[in-house]
C-alpha cells in the first residue's frame, strides 16, 4: 500500500495538500469528495461516468497524464470555463505516476 501526495486548489482558492492510495481504484473526483473540498453536490454529480464536467480541473503541474477518451473530450466540448489544461477529475485514476500532482478545481456551473 503507498500513498501519493497531490495538492488541491480548492474553488476558494485554498491548497490542500492531502494523501491519496494508489491502491483502492480512487480517482482525482473521489479524492476531492473524501476530503470534502467541493460542497456537497458541486461535484461527481454524474458518479464518475464523464457525463457532467462537475469535477473538471485544471493541471497546474507537468505530469504525463493519460489521453483524453472520447467522452471526457466530447464533456469538455460542452463544459463551461475550460482551458488548455482541463480534464475532468473522474477520469484521472490515482496511480503512483502522479505523485505531487498539482490541480485546480475549476468554477462551478451554478
Sequence with gaps: MSDIKLKIIDRDGVLHEVDAPTD???????????YE???EGTIGICGGMAMCASCQCYVLSDH?????????DAMLAEAFFVKDNSRLGCQLHITEDLDGLEVELAPAED
Design 24 to 34: 483502492m481504484n480512487m480517482n482525482l473526483m473521489e479524492v476531492v469528495r473524501s
Design 37 to 39: 473540498l467541493a460542497p
Design 64 to 72: 504525463q497524464l493519460p489521453e483524453k477518451s472520447d467522452d471526457e
